[in-house]
């Protein structure tokens, strides 16, 4: 279940699209492949959210309906172990990291808990619509999504780099 919060200063009209486009291209590596007038097209697909430190962005299970982008604070995600009732801890992410990013290309139950361990900002879109966005403008979502795509490039480098220091 899904407990995510609006911002205390909700997003409302053009002055939230104006606040979040600036909040993207500055806080958000995977939107510099955008233009600033082109965030602004894309910028009300996307919505603002704060989920208090201790809870749950979401629920291993829950249905993949959004991918989240960090724009403060910290994700912890989590994953189940083989042995029942116990989880390990996959990742850390803070300001800058998109989580969830397969919720574009798959609509399946996610497979890990994703909780926040500071009070966190994020920025969401639904896989509606992200899908919405390509629709009408199919090169901007082509561009948001190699931002998307290069972010996970970096986390897997970065995976595998610690994973050979170990051995």
Not at 50 to 69: L, M, P, Q
Not at 75 to 104: M, N, Y
Request: charged share 25%; net charge neutral.
């Amino acid at each position: 279940m899904n407990v995510l919060q609006p911002f205390e200063n909700a997003c409302l009209g053009d002055d939230c699209s104006e606040r979040l486009c600036r909040e993207m291209k500055r806080e958000l590596g995977f939107f510099s492949f955008l233009a600033e007038t082109e965030l602004e097209e894309v910028s009300p697909y996307f919505s603002c959210r704060r989920v208090k430190a201790g809870e749950n962005v979401w629920i291993s299970g829950d249905t993949c309906t959004y991918v989240a982008f960090i724009v403060s604070g910290r994700v912890q995600l989590k994953v189940d172990t083989e042995f029942p009732g116990k989880q390990v801890v996959v990742g850390v992410f803070s300001r800058g990291a998109a989580i969830g990013v397969s919720c574009t290309v798959v609509q399946r139950p996610r497979n890990s808990t994703a909780r926040a361990i500071e009070d966190t900002g994020l920025i969401l879109i639904t896989q509606e619509n992200f899908d919405r966005l390509i629709d009408r403008y199919p090169r901007l979502g082509v561009k948001l999504l190699q931002g998307m795509l290069l972010s996970e490039t970096t986390r897997l480098h970065k995976a595998y780099t610690r994973l050979a220091s170990i051995f």
